[in-house]
């Protein structure tokens, strides 16, 4: 694990051993040992190592949220986040006695309100997005039997269409006539 090198101290010249340990993966290819009768040699040289990858793709626990959701999530966390800064600096300057403690003391209340909105847009556009694609998870949503009948009628309209398409090109042709 550990090899012995020889260090000369500053102070007197003498030698001193040091034991530096090495990482186990570490490739330890120009390795020399000792064999029988005092000869060196050379080790013998390990196999290569198999390709690891950085990292290992892990299905997503949930799913992506939609796009008008994630819109407003993003802007949300940065107005609280500039919102919390400028409490924090607010903070400062009135612990410092400095003359923009009430500038931003009212900027802070105003990010307030603006984060709070901010908040409660993400809120109704997930309640919105929901409503309007339906929840995918619940079997009786309102929206999925809304998107059957929409099927439905469409594919009633283009058989009727069809039927219209068929009789007026038909010209009377293969139909039994009455005398």
């Keep these: 694990m550990g090899t012995v090198e ?3 101290t500053p102070g007197d010249g003498a030698a001193a ?3 530096v340990r090495r990482p186990a993966e570490a490739p330890d290819h120009d390795t020399r ?3 029988a009768g005092g000869r060196t ?7 290569p190592r198999r390709y690891r990858p950085l990292w290992v793709e892990e299905p997503a626990r949930r ?16 107005v609280v986040a500039v919102t919390l800064i400028v409490a924090m600096v607010a903070l400062l300057c009135a612990l ?3 003359w923009l403690a009430f500038p931003m003391t009212l900027g802070s209340i105003a990010g307030t309100v603006v984060a ?6 993400v809120w109704v556009t997930r309640q919105v997005w929901n409503q309007r694609n339906g929840v995918v998870s619940v079997p009786s949503s309102t929206a999925r ?7 439905r009628a469409r594919r009633q309209e283009r058989a009727a269409e069809r039927r219209q398409g068929r009789i007026r090109r038909g010209g009377g042709t293969g139909q039994l006539s009455h005398p």
Excluded: F, K
Aim: proline letters at 6%.
């Design 6 to 8: 020889r260090h000369q």
């Design 17 to 19: 051993r040091s034991t």
């Design 33 to 35: 040992t000792e064999g």
């Design 41 to 47: 040699t050379c080790a013998q040289p390990r196999e």
């Design 63 to 78: 799913r992506r949220m939609p796009d008008p959701v994630r819109t407003a999530a993003v802007r949300a966390v940065l």
């Design 96 to 98: 410092a006695g400095s």
């Design 116 to 121: 709070t909105w901010g908040v409660l847009d």
């Design 145 to 151: 039997a809304l998107r059957r009948e929409r099927r």
